[in-house]
C-alpha cells in the first residue's frame, strides 16, 4: 500500500468509496444525498491536503486534513478518513492516520481533533483512543443515526506536541 | 432595542464592531487580520441567518446562526454572537441569545452547540452557563490567546427539545 497526494485523475476511484458512506449516512455529518460533484468538491477542497491510500493500483482509503479553526485556532487540525469497504479489517483506517499525524506534525500542527465521531460507531472510537485520541466532549444527539435516531457524537483530541 | 435580519446597509455598522474583536484575536477563532469583505462575507454568509441589535439607529450588537455540521448533523445549530465595546455589560448578549434561541426552535433545531468558548473568557462561559449551556469539553490548548499563550477552549452546548 502506498499513500500519497491525490490527483483529479483519482476522482472515480474517490467517489467510488465516498459515495457508499454517504449514501449510507451512519457515519458521517456530510449530506446523505450529496453529488459526486460537491463530494470531491468538499474533499479535495482547496484548503484541505487530500490523500489517497492505493493498492493494486486501486485506491481503498482516503483522509484529507485541514485547519479545525481560523486564526487563534488554526494551530489544531481536523480530518476525515474513509476506507473502502472491501479493504476494511486490514489496518488501512490506522495507517491513514499514521500517516496523517505525520503529516500534522511536519506541517506544525500541536493538536488534531475530530469534531463528531458518532458514538454507534464503536469500531471508530476504539479504534482512535489506541491511535491515542481521547474523548473529550459529549454532544448529546448530536447525530441522526438511520436506525438508532439520534445518538451522541464525541469529541476527540490527540495533542501532538509530546 | 429591535433585533431584526442584517441588510447590506448595516455593513458599515456591523464592520465597526466586528473589526476591534477580530483584531484583538482573544476570544474568536478568525484571523486576527481579516480584511472587512472576508469579514462581512464570513458573518453574512449565504448559509448563514445574521440578525443586528440597533439601539438609538446605531448597531449595538450582532449574531449569526447556521447549522453546525450538514446532514446527521444539521438539527444542531451554532451561533456566533458580538456586542459593542461601548455597549458592553447592557445584558445585549443575553438578549441576542435569547432571539437566537427563539430563531433556532422556529427553524426546528434541536440544540445550540458553541465550538471553541476560550476558557479565559470567563465572562462569555459564565454568561452562556447562565443561558442554560453546559460545558460538555473541553480542547486543550486549541486556542492562542494574545496575552496568556495557548488557553483550552470549551464547547458548549444547550439542548432546545426540552
Known amino acids: ?25 451512519a457515519t458521517y455529518t456530510l449530506p446523505r444525498n450529496m453529488s459526486r460533484e460537491n463530494a470531491i468538491l468538499y474533499w479535495d477542497a482547496a484548503a484541505h491536503q487530500t490523500f489517497v491510500a492505493i493498492k493494486d493500483n486501486q485506491i481503498i482509503g482516503t483522509y484529507y486534513l485541514r485547519d479545525n479553526q481560523a486564526g487563534p485556532g488554526d494551530h489544531v487540525c481536523n480530518c476525515g478518513y474513509v476506507v473502502a469497504d472491501f479493504a476494511a479489517g486490514k489496518g488501512v483506517a490506522k495507517a491513514l492516520n499514521a500517516h496523517s499525524v505525520q503529516t ?28 491515542g485520541f481521547d474523548i473529550v466532549g459529549t454532544l448529546p444527539g448530536a447525530f441522526l443515526h438511520p436506525d438508532d435516531g439520534y445518538v451522541d457524537a464525541y469529541i476527540m483530541y490527540r495533542d501532538l506536541t509530546g
Chains 1, 2 share one sequence.
Not at 8 to 19: E, F, N, T, V
Not at 107 to 118: D, E, H, I, L, S
Request: aromatic share 10%.
Open 104 to 131: 500534522a506534525e511536519n506541517c506544525g500542527y500541536r493538536a488534531m481533533q475530530f469534531n463528531a465521531v458518532v458514538s454507534t460507531n464503536t469500531r471508530a472510537v476504539t479504534l482512535w483512543q489506541r491511535c
Open 1 to 25: 500500500m502506498v499513500i500519497r497526494k491525490i490527483k483529479p485523475a483519482d476522482y472515480d476511484g474517490l467517489w467510488a468509496i465516498l459515495k457508499p458512506v454517504l449514501r449510507a449516512g
